[in-house]
């Protein structure tokens, strides 16, 4: 009798709950992946590994970038610029509300800038150098600093979320990094819905500030969707379970006529450039502290072979400097032409001759003036298939002047703590080397200086050791963009880096994306750059907010 | 029985003992320090990483001795606290393994359990028929021995892309939001279909193989020879061949049971399918030393205990070892 009960009771909260599905139409849901890899665990924008879309969707920054024009547009600002040496001036748009109702004014600015001061958090280092933000009204703020890092100031432009003052003034000090911020209230157009294991969900604000300004986003619910595997989300394109897909999917020039994939060009490079994928050289151990050495590896390698064997195109070869997008109004051309490398393995193995590097004991393989044998290993981490194949590329094209170089996989938090703690001879490396408002943070991160440690975890992982070329960054980083001093400082960079040679650009990683139009259209592409493809973390802002505004629900 | 079942305890007693020792050195001394292998990955302004990395030092008590830290480990074990993941930072290590552990339950479970009985049965079946036999051994050994993530991927690529039956991916579409309704539970169901499916099968062959040998093997001992020449009935000398056969049957089941913790990572990779294998993976790569600990004592745990559990069916289904310890033999 109990069990008839119960029973029913089960049937009857089914039909009755079928009726509450309040999920959006798929046609009015995006699904993305690519920018998630595990599950959410914190929606707190202080704590740099939060959800994926914290930055961008919930909360938003003072300016969002355009790497593809590289130009910073005014967001939660309406205007900002420099008013005298060391003043930067904002002025705020009026009518922004948080999604609670409350408006979003200079007090809040002022209140995240200065969150920083009184408690360590990720930008306390700003105020090494920043003496005052100062509310000079409800909608003007004004940053005084002591001496502006300039470069490094056009990075954070389109960096710091702007937290709402009354809710997280109730936060104590030593939680604000703490707390996970489980119902994020921020400025953005869209809400936290829910995080799944395999998921997170997010909401459109309709009542977004945004809307009379930039134009409403489209999707009324955007899916994030973990996906483990690239063959996975393949496989989701193909069934149009996915929307937008920014992995790194081998095939894809083959395939995408096929199953009806946009990607950003229709040929080659196919992806909008991300970062810089270097070879980076350890200048601590011989003879990779020769800088005539290392140069010379430089002419060894024919990257043109990476780029069609591994990536099938999907990626440009690197420009000497390394430099690309934005970064490209620094580039001296005269100095790339003079000092900049190309392939041409019987120079490398003359310039190795001239320095002294020859085969002394007749086994085929350049040995060490004194005589002693020459070898390397180079590394990247196990399972990233497309760098495996790069380095056994490499270690191939170093074998064929005589240098006995081989690649090796160690796992991938091995690797992290090899390249980290200096026990390598040569990795592929592009952690911090993604593109960014200034160049800066590019040196300074091929280059950095703080390298007198265990652990180097801000770059030049090479630990190559040059105080004219710190200084340099350093001087470059406190220069106003494209002045002519900090062109002057650019060029000396790079003439330093081409000579010297600490690590050696050979390709741009792509912003892998590709998208099906079963659903929705008008995606982004080169000749209708209506935004940025992108659902990576913290790339939101560089023009991803736009493409939600710019897509067409498929007819 | 009480002298068999107290040396057992003792011995697992032990086993737990050392086996969570090693759990928690294992990491610790591995190379890869967590900490900054997180922060290599972040993008912050200079000087933010240090200060990061002082805060997790800090918050995870790495700053402390060795020793302290181990003696620490032990104390919170007893009341209940497997600390904080550092890569899922702030999550605690158990929610994680809760919120996770459902979806390698409702996987593995079933797909062992059917497995195991339906291939005992048709592996007995293969054993005692030769015509059966030349058929179902091939297809048996084809499941045990095709490696599983190419036998998964294609039947997701069959299933999936071609007929376009199931979804591969995922515990439950896009659009659906979790909730006690039918449209959502056919939805969850057809999403678990395929993963459990490709599990269940791959499954299958190997104990239905085991099965199989074990019936002949009996069906040629010297007791059912015997029962044989004083004229017993063959299903009757099956029947005994079975449940000799079915006892390292059991042994297996209840280790497959044990380690449903670790779940089916492949499983979970081929169809981005939720749980706890591929997030233990994670874990040992980026040598979460506090998710690592906590997923490998769950999993000391299951295993002892299930085999703790064989050691007591044991005593029931196999007379033998029962009647050892209590000196009848």
């Known amino acids: 009798m109990k069990a008839r009960w119960i029973v029913l009771a089960v049937v009857v909260s089914l039909v009755l709950g079928s009726t509450a599905v309040l999920a959006a139409e798929r046609n009015q849901t995006l699904i993305v992946g690519g920018g998630t890899w595990s599950q959410a665990t914190s929606w707190n924008p202080l704590y740099p590994n939060c959800a994926n879309g914290i930055r961008g969707l919930v909360y938003e920054t003072l300016f969002a970038y355009s790497p593809l024009t590289n130009e910073h547009k005014p967001w939660l600002a309406e205007s900002g610029g420099w008013i005298s040496d060391n003043v930067y001036e904002v002025k705020l748009r009026r009518n922004i509300y948080f999604s609670d109702g409350q408006p979003l004014t200079a007090a809040d600015v002022v209140f995240t800038y200065e969150l920083a001061r009184d408690n360590e958090l990720t930008y306390t280092p700003l105020w090494r150098n920043l003496r005052e933000v100062k509310a000079v009204d409800n909608y003007t703020v004004q940053f005084i600093f002591d001496s502006p890092n300039y470069q490094e100031w056009q990075i954070e432009l389109y960096t710091r979320d702007i937290l709402p003052k009354h809710i997280w003034e109730n936060v104590p000090g030593e939680d604000l990094m703490v707390i996970t911020n489980d119902d994020p209230v921020g400025s953005g157009p869209y809400k936290k819905l829910l995080a799944g294991p395999d998921r997170n969900v997010w909401v459109r604000d309709d009542n977004w500030w945004g809307n009379a300004v930039f134009g409403q986003p489209k999707p009324v619910e955007i899916v994030d969707m973990i996906i483990y595997e690239n063959n996975v989300a393949l496989g989701m394109l193909m069934q149009r379970t996915l929307d937008l897909s920014n992995y790194f999917i081998p095939g894809v020039p083959a395939i995408k006529d096929l199953y009806g994939l946009t990607t950003w060009y229709d040929g080659p490079p196919y992806m909008i450039s991300a970062n810089v994928a270097m070879l980076v050289l350890n200048s601590q151990r011989k003879p990779l502290d020769d800088a005539k050495f290392r140069r010379a590896l430089a002419f060894a390698v024919n990257p043109e072979i990476i780029v069609e064997r591994v990536f099938e195109r999907m990626v440009p070869v690197s420009d000497s400097t390394g430099l690309f997008g934005g970064w490209t109004e620094y580039r001296d051309a005269q100095v790339a032409e003079e000092y900049g490398f190309w392939y041409d393995p019987d120079l490398a193995k003359q310039m190795l001759a001239d320095a002294g590097y020859v085969d002394k004991n007749g086994d085929g393989w350049i040995d060490m003036p004194d005589g002693s044998p020459i070898d390397f290993e180079i590394i990247v981490p196990s399972g990233w298939t497309d760098w495996m194949e790069s380095i056994r590329i490499i270690a191939e094209a170093f074998r064929a002047i005589g240098i006995n170089a081989n690649p090796a996989f160690p796992d991938a938090g091995l690797y992290d703590e090899r390249i980290q703690t200096g026990d390598f001879d040569m990795c592929i490396n592009n952690y911090g080397t993604g593109i960014s408002g200034s160049p800066f943070s590019y040196w300074n991160w091929v280059a950095n200086h703080n390298i007198n440690r265990t652990h180097v975890t801000e770059g030049n992982y090479g630990r190559y050791d040059n105080q004219e070329l710190f200084d340099l960054i350093y001087k470059f980083n406190q220069l106003p963009p494209l002045s002519d001093e900090s062109l002057a400082v650019a060029s000396e960079i790079q003439k330093i880096l081409l000579v010297e040679m600490p690590a050696i650009p050979f390709w741009l990683n792509g912003m892998w994306a590709q998208s099906t139009s079963q659903y929705w259209t008008n995606w982004p592409t080169a000749d209708n750059p209506v935004g940025y493809p992108c659902s990576w973390a913290n790339n939101w802002q560089f023009g991803t907010v736009e493409m939600l505004i710019n897509l067409q629900p498929a007819q | ?329």
């Open chain 2, 1 to 329: 029985m009480g002298r068999y079942l107290s040396k057992k305890v003792l011995i697992y007693l032990i086993t737990f003992f050392f086996a969570v020792t090693l759990n928690w050195a294992v990491p610790r001394f591995a190379p890869g320090d967590p900490i900054s292998m997180l922060l290599s990955r972040f993008v912050v302004l200079e000087g933010g990483r240090d200060i990061l990395e002082s805060f997790f030092v800090k918050t995870f008590g790495l700053d402390q001795p060795l020793l302290q830290q181990y003696f620490g480990f032990w104390r919170s074990l007893f009341r209940g606290d497997l600390g904080i993941s550092i890569s899922q930072y702030p999550k605690p290590v158990l929610s994680i393994i809760r919120d996770a552990i459902i979806y390698d339950i409702i996987i593995l479970v079933p797909a062992i359990v059917l497995s195991w009985i339906i291939g005992n049965k048709l592996g007995a079946f293969s054993g005692v028929s030769k015509k059966a036999d030349n058929f179902l051994m091939p297809v048996f050994y084809f499941l045990t021995s095709s490696p599983y993530f190419w036998f998964a991927l294609l039947v997701s690529y069959l299933l999936g892309i071609v007929l376009g039956i199931f979804p591969t991916s995922h515990a439950y579409s896009a659009t659906m939001r979790p909730g006690w309704n039918l449209a959502f539970i056919a939805d969850f169901f057809m999403h678990w279909f395929m993963p459990f499916l490709t599990l269940f099968l791959v499954q299958l062959g190997g104990w239905a193989i085991g099965m199989r040998n074990m019936i002949i093997y009996e069906t040629n001992t010297n007791y059912a020879k015997y029962m044989e020449s004083l004229g017993a009935r063959e299903r009757l000398i099956r029947r005994y061949g079975f449940r000799n056969g079915i006892l390292p049957q059991v042994t297996g089941l209840a280790i497959s049971l044990g380690t449903v913790v670790s779940g089916a990572v492949l499983t979970q990779m081929v169809f981005s399918y939720p749980g706890l294998g591929y997030l233990m993976v994670q874990a040992i790569k980026q040598n979460d030393y506090f998710l690592i600990q906590g997923c490998f004592l769950f999993l000391i745990i299951m295993v002892l205990l299930a085999n703790f559990t064989v050691d007591i069916i044991y005593m029931f289904i196999d007379p033998r070892v029962r009647h050892s310890y209590s000196g009848e033999v």
